[in-house]
């Protein structure tokens, strides 16, 4: 996993529409020890291949979730519920480079199950006002890899149960010489303090793999 150019870039458009105008003290959780690609370190003059030492750097209150530890990352399976009771309603900025496509569970995969109930915690760690960002991988595009990939109906879908509000929702040809790996790009905030929706058996039904 790790930001590009056009990852890292999409995050700043979103948080300069939604009125962010600087990451110092905001709290923020990213999904995944996420790396900075040599085109972004190079673009954008970034120093570091860490994605928490950038944020860092910029006074970001920073967390990171991936269940294999690494990089100071908190080792949290999202197909469980959050068992850190500050992260709820906690966060201002929630991002997700390429993360949630890889969030299954080993229970009841099929079903979705374990995928519903990680986006159900993303929901329920960002406070009203948080700015959520993903880039996730195109449905028939970059075969093979993930377990689910996504749609921008699924996005119009999510945002409409939970009545987010949409920032920017697009497709994004991450690849232009094999135009092989299209991406969604979404980003959202959150305005209500509400359950998260819809149901399991509902969300299953946008679930492509």
Known sequence: MGMNTDTYDFLLESTKAAGIETFKDKWMLELGNQAIRPNLRKNHNINTAKSKVHFLNLECNHHSIDWNGKDGAIPIDL????????????????????DMEH??????????????????????????????VHTLPMVGSFSGHGSYHY?????TNLCKANDYDIVSLKAVQCNPVTNNREYVFCSYIKVKDQNFGPEHEVFKGWLHR
């Not at 969030?103 to 009203?128: I, P, Q, S, T």
């Not at 749609?151 to 996005?155: G, P, R």
């Open 103 to 132: 969030v299954r569970g080993f229970r009841d995969w099929m079903e979705g199950l374990g995928h519903w109930n990680a986006w159900k915690n993303l929901h329920d760690m960002g406070k009203v006002g948080c700015l959520y």
């Open 79 to 98: 197909t469980y519920p959050v068992p850190i009771p500050k992260f709820i309603k906690r966060f201002d900025i929630v991002t997700d480079f390429g």
């Open 151 to 155: 749609t921008l109906e699924f996005f």
